[in-house]
């Protein structure tokens, strides 16, 4: 099994611009995590899917941020418009129902210039 | 809410030598689950060790165990015979068994490991 996938990996934009993280899960995980790790506030949460519904969404900082699971093996993360301040590590995680483990993707490493 | 606190921000130690992290928890809950995660330079989020709440005894894996003290909330992790790769940055992380709560992990804010030659 590759992992979860996740693309970019690095992405450097300027502000205002639209930015769309991507994440394949890994096949037949119920669960899809987006956290947001930065030196400040270290990992955290944004949202999370189950069964490609979104269960809870109170990490998503604010309206510019959204987040989508169309399908089982794919979800996408989209900033509009980009900050400076969103410039960040975005991971993407999968967990299957019933166990303790979420396994991470590599992450995306977002500069917002 | 669950809270999850690394109170060392950075450790240091020499190669062959031994080195605890801290972490403390706050929960209301009795059941849970308690995580260590590596992350190395390249980013990418590694887990080390798992505890059950539940389970008195301590969990081992080769070098790394933890010393779980449910009662006081802590939740020690423990490096021996520390290797140059062993340095990263560790995450101690905490999961609800709260079936509404999903599997969302809680984050601490990480202790850095540096692995003296």
């Known amino acids: 099994d590759a992992g979860v996938i996740q693309s970019p990996r690095h992405e450097v934009t300027e502000m205002g611009q639209e930015v769309t993280l991507r994440c394949k899960p890994i096949?037949?995980?119920?669960?899809l995590f987006w956290y947001r790790q930065t030196m400040m506030r270290g990992l955290e949460l944004l949202i999370y899917f189950n069964n490609n519904v979104p269960i809870d969404d109170s990490g998503m900082p604010e309206d510019r941020f959204s987040a989508k699971m169309p399908n089982a093996s794919f979800s996408t993360l989209k900033i509009q418009p980009s900050e400076p301040r969103d410039s960040a590590v975005y991971f993407c995680a999968s967990s299957p129902s019933g166990s303790c483990e979420q396994y991470f993707g590599p992450g995306t490493r977002l500069t917002v210039t | 809410a669950q809270t999850v606190t690394q109170s060392q921000p950075e450790m240091s130690v020499q190669e062959a030598e031994t080195v605890t992290l801290s972490c403390t928890y706050d929960?209301?809950?009795?059941?849970?689950?308690l995580f260590w995660y590596k992350q190395p330079p390249s980013r990418q989020m590694i887990l080390v060790i798992r505890?059950?709440?539940?389970?008195?005894q301590n969990a081992t894996e080769n070098r790394f165990s933890v010393n779980f003290q449910k009662a006081a909330k802590s939740f020690s992790l423990k490096i021996s015979d520390s290797q140059l790769g062993d340095a990263a940055m560790y995450f101690c992380a905490y999961r609800t068994c709260l079936k509404a709560a999903g599997n969302k992990l809680t984050f601490g804010g990480g202790t850095r490991v540096l692995v003296k030659p």
């Open positions: 505890q059950e709440a539940y389970k008195q």
């Open positions: 929960t209301s809950e009795s059941d849970y689950y």
């Open positions: 096949s037949g995980h119920d669960y």
